[in-house]
């Protein structure tokens, strides 16, 4: 059972027409139309930079953002790939995650602001992103290194991370995926049940977020839908899912799939929860940041 705080909040997402984002190809053809008219700000909130050291380096044209602890050495390295449907900016609840990285776990969070779709393809995309968690990786430090998306930001880490395998066979310490979009084709058969139940998504939008972003490649392709690609090699995963997220059928596919291949998988599938909970103000959300932190602090461990 959900706690009243977090049937509060679905209840205001549907007010709020949270939905409207997805609810039509059009909806979000017009919302990148004026994007690209207004581009949004991914900048980080600047009470940001009175707990951590921040700074900005461009990889080619990707603004790569680097937030450490003040005054101390970090613990650990994240590399952060945020959501959004491959078509929105970091927002606020991605910064205040990253804050609770920095501040209660000493990690140095790397937080790509990736091109987005319809100009940041998967096959511009993923090879960069592959890059800096290849960087993240070999550049040394304290503790361990740990890839953390949420949503479309998930299905991106999980594609760098099966590429960077293919290309070294390097991994990362832990994979964290929150609510993670791991096939863009929108065609699992149980997402037309929970649909209904979702505050936050609809699939006709979803369906033209991931066209947009798969460019010329097929839906198919593992760079756009790494659901459909190899998990065999890859490092241990933590997922976190909830019954009222229309995408909770990738997370359940990633389950089988990757134990299938043997891979470790810790899975959080949370009864009454919308699409990203573990960044909501709410009781569950705050349990599963305290579980990233955990897990984070134990990567620096065991590194």
């Known amino acids: 059972m959900p706690s009243l705080r977090s049937r509060a909040l679905s209840v205001a997402l549907i007010a709020a027409g949270r939905r409207r984002r997805f609810v039509s190809a059009e909806a979000v053809r017009t919302r990148v139309a004026e994007s690209a ?28 953002y680097d937030v450490s602890p003040r ?22 609840q991605h910064w205040s995650l990253i804050r609770t990285l920095v501040t209660r776990a000493g990690a140095r969070v790397v937080v790509p602001a990736y091109v987005l779709a319809p100009r940041g393809t998967a096959d511009r995309t993923v ?20 890839l953390i998306g949420d ?21 990362p310490s832990r994979i964290v995926l929150i609510s993670p979009w791991l096939d863009v ?13 979702d ?28 659901l459909r690609g190899s998990f065999a090699g890859l490092a241990p995963l933590t997922v976190f899912t909830g019954t009222r997220d229309l995408l909770t059928t990738d997370s359940r596919e990633l389950l089988r799939r990757a134990r299938a291949d043997g891979v470790e998988v810790e899975f959080h599938e949370e009864q009454g929860l919308p699409h990203g909970y573990p960044l909501l103000p709410v ?3 705050r349990a599963a940041r ?6 984070i602090r134990r990567a620096a461990a065991e590194a």
């Open 37 to 64: 008219r207004r581009p949004a700000s991914h900048l980080p909130p600047r009470s940001l930079g009175r707990i951590a050291e921040v700074s900005r380096t461009f990889v080619g044209a990707w603004p790569v």
């Open 71 to 92: 005054g101390a050495e970090p613990a650990a390295r994240v590399l952060f790939v945020h959501g959004g449907g491959y078509v929105g900016e970091l927002v606020r």
């Open 127 to 146: 090879p960069v992103a592959a890059d800096l968690l290849s960087g993240l990786i070999a550049g040394g430090g304290a503790g361990g290194a740990v």
């Open 151 to 171: 949503s479309a930001g998930a299905g991106l880490a999980l594609a760098a991370a099966q590429r960077l395998r293919d290309r070294t066979g390097a991994q």
């Open 185 to 197: 084709s929108m065609s699992h058969p149980d997402q037309a049940a929970i649909e209904a139940d």
């Open 199 to 226: 505050p936050m998504l609809a699939r006709p939008g979803l369906r033209e977020a991931g066209r947009l972003y798969a460019g010329n490649l097929s839906a198919d392709d593992p760079r756009v839908s790494p």
């Open 283 to 285: 009781p569950e959300g």
């Open 290 to 295: 305290d579980r990233i932190v955990e897990l």
